[in-house]
């Protein structure tokens, strides 16, 4: 009886994988610049994705990923680990909203946009998302497949070391 259930045991962990509902598209080339050394910077494009926000129980507003008809797009710079160290992990995140009928932005009223920078490490009381109010964002059409996007911001209450993106981007 023992070797039953220690055979269910192996089947049920064997057999458990988390679906992934939100699939990135295939971005065949991007140009990172100005990431940092120390780390390594990412970006996810979402077609026909929304950011609703939304509201914790504390109070804090966070952004949401959902079907839509938006592009959405996230940025990530991950940190080299030391491994020495248990909680030595810091990301972080940034996520924007597009509207694919009208691509080129050029603004510093960011306070329209539905931009927001997310902080992750063992920080006590300085992570979690924070919505992008100062700085500027120009995204200018290349041509029919290339997009540039130059973002330049500040965050007020948290450190942050990622605080420019320039990104070419060519969606298929």
């Known amino acids: 009886m023992k070797y039953l259930y220690g055979l269910y045991l192996v089947i049920c962990l064997v057999s458990c994988k988390a679906k992934n509902k939100i699939k990135p598209i295939n971005t065949k080339g991007v140009s990172i610049v100005n990431c940092p050394e120390n780390g390594v910077c990412s970006l996810e494009v979402y077609k026909n994705k929304t950011l609703q926000i939304k509201t914790d129980n504390l109070g804090m507003s966070y952004p949401e990923m959902s079907n839509g008809n938006y ?9 080299n680990e030391n491994p020495n160290y248990v909680d030595g992990g810091y990301r972080e995140e940034v996520f924007m909203e597009l509207n694919p009928v009208n691509l080129e932005i050029e603004t510093t009223n960011l306070q ?47 450190p942050q070391i990622i605080n420019e993106i320039n990104q070419i981007i060519i969606l298929q």
């Open 71 to 79: 592009l959405v797009l996230k940025f990530e710079y991950k940190k």
């Open 112 to 158: 329209n946009e539905k931009l927001f920078f997310a902080r992750w490490c063992y920080c006590k009381g300085q992570t979690g998302y924070y919505k992008i109010n100062q700085g500027k964002l120009s995204v200018v059409k290349v041509d029919n497949e290339n997009l540039k996007i130059s973002l330049n911001f500040k965050i007020e209450e948290v």
